[in-house]
T-cell receptor, first 113, second 111 residues
């Protein structure tokens, strides 16, 4: 199993550009989520999904969109990038929700100029 | 005030020392308590998982939860250079939609 994969590993954007961060898992997990990690802030939940076709907002959803058309994939879209979105982004999956073991991807380091 | 507070560190200890990491929290509904380990430029991985109060031991690692004080701890015995990482506490209430993470403590074990 590859586990949770994320692409790209690094990305530099200009303010106002849009992009999609890709996340895929091959463990047949129903629950997937996106976090951002900033120094001194820990991991903060952006959006999550409890299954294909079902998504909901986390703590810091503004400026991000998600969709879940398949069990395996959970892309995160930045609509109009801002410098405040400079961060490391992690995708995670689990069998049954946030209280279950979360399997994290390797992360995407995003810089917005 | 943050929901979960974690000693910021960083901690630097000699090989073989005991490492003590702590978090406090404010939400009395938290029931699931976890410690994740994150190596540099990697994703976090689950290290310890505890439900409700009590102690749990796994090899050199011991997790303690004191719900009356809203305080959790992780102890690493006989620390090794390979234990050098950032340790994140995380917790959740029953049926909660999210995990609440501490900011993380970076630990360096010197050979």
């Amino acid at each position: 199993n590859a586990g949770v994969t994320q692409t790209p590993k690094f990305q530099v954007l200009k303010t106002g550009q849009s992009m999609t961060l890709q996340c895929a898992q091959d463990m047949n997990h129903e629950y997937m989520s996106w976090y951002r990690q900033d120094p001194g802030m820990g991991l903060r939940l952006i959006h999550y999904s409890v299954g294909a076709g079902i998504t909901d907002q986390g703590e810091v959803p503004n400026g991000y969109n998600v969709s879940r058309s398949t069990t395996e994939d959970f892309p995160l879209r930045l609509l109009s990038a801002a410098p405040s979105q400079t961060s490391v982004y992690f995708c995670a999956s689990s069998y049954s929700g946030q209280a279950d073991t979360q399997y994290f991807g390797p992360g995407t380091r995003l810089t917005v100029l | 005030q943050k929901e979960v507070e974690q000693d910021p560190g960083p901690l630097s200890v000699p090989e073989g020392a005991i490492v003590s990491l702590n978090c406090t929290y404010s939400n009395s509904a938290f029931q699931y308590f976890m410690w994740y380990r994150q190596y540099s430029r990697k994703g976090p991985e689950l290290l310890m998982y505890t439900y409700s109060s009590g102690n749990k031991e796994d090899g050199r690692f011991t997790a303690q939860v004191d719900k009356s004080s809203k305080y959790i701890s992780l102890f690493i015995r006989d620390s090794q250079p390979s234990d050098s990482a950032t340790y994140l506490c995380a917790m959740s209430a029953w049926n909660d939609y999210k995990l609440s993470f501490g900011a993380g403590t970076t630990v360096t074990v010197r050979a």
